[in-house]
């Protein structure tokens, strides 16, 4: 069995300052990797994926989040925030037996950003 | 816009009515799942689909009952609801692999039992 555990469960952060939310998973497989945000009332969007090859994966928004199969972490890291990236973060796997994939979520990261 | 399309938005319920949450994708996925969603808790599977006419439990499926109806549409039925089902109710679809690619979501359905 898989599980995902976010450590924390709220970030302040100051708009433009860094900003790196952490995500762990375990599982006795290979897994694939996401994180999904939720903006205020909406559903959830894929931010980025690791599905294979450079553990450094780059996807919208100028988010970035980077696999490390030793420490089975796959934190995301943003250089600069903006006042709209405050929403939730989730973190997410699916083992490769699944092949229906059938995701894990985490239990979300509440992003605030202030002036 | 090509998407999931869930109905209704909102719902309030009374302790032991029945109701149906509905959810259609128009991307040609094969697969399609409901979650809920409740504060501090993340996201918990409660049935998917993996093709048209396959239906199985996930994490959290008593209480609920699904129905395929085609390779669009996945309905979610609540026989007597309860309290305790008070949550936000998202659909989400995904393409042959699963979401290994990664899925997509409706906007959800709020959902209150009292």
């Known amino acids: 069995a898989q599980s995902v555990t976010q450590l924390d469960s709220q970030v302040p952060v100051f708009e433009e300052a860094p900003v790196e939310l952490r995500c762990n998973y375990s599982?006795?497989?290979?897994?694939?990797l996401f994180w999904y945000v939720q903006y205020p009332n909406q559903g959830l969007q894929l931010l980025l994926k690791y599905l294979s090859g450079s553990t450094l994966v780059k996807g919208i928004n100028g988010f970035e989040a980077e696999f490390n199969k030793s420490q089975t972490s796959f934190h995301l890291r943003k250089p600069s925030v903006h006042i709209s990236d405050t929403a939730e973060y989730f973190c997410a796997v699916s083992d490769l037996i699944d092949s229906w994939g059938k995701l894990q979520f985490g239990a979300g990261t509440q992003v605030v950003v202030t002036p | 816009n090509a998407g999931v399309t869930q109905t209704p938005k909102f719902q309030v319920l009374k302790t032991g009515q029945s109701m149906t949450l509905q959810c259609a994708q128009d991307m040609n996925h094969n697969s399609m799942y409901w979650y809920r969603q409740d504060p501090g808790m993340g996201l918990r599977l409660i049935y998917y689909s993996a093709s048209e006419g396959t239906t199985d439990k996930g994490e959290v499926p008593n209480g609920y009952n699904v129905s395929r109806l085609n390779k669009r549409e996945f309905s979610l039925r609540l026989e007597s609801a309860a309290p305790s089902q008070t949550s936000v109710y998202f659909c989400a679809s995904s393409d042959t692999y699963g979401g290994n690619y990664g899925y997509t979501f409706g906007s959800g359905t709020r959902l209150t039992v009292v």
């Open positions: 599982s006795s497989v290979s897994v694939y």
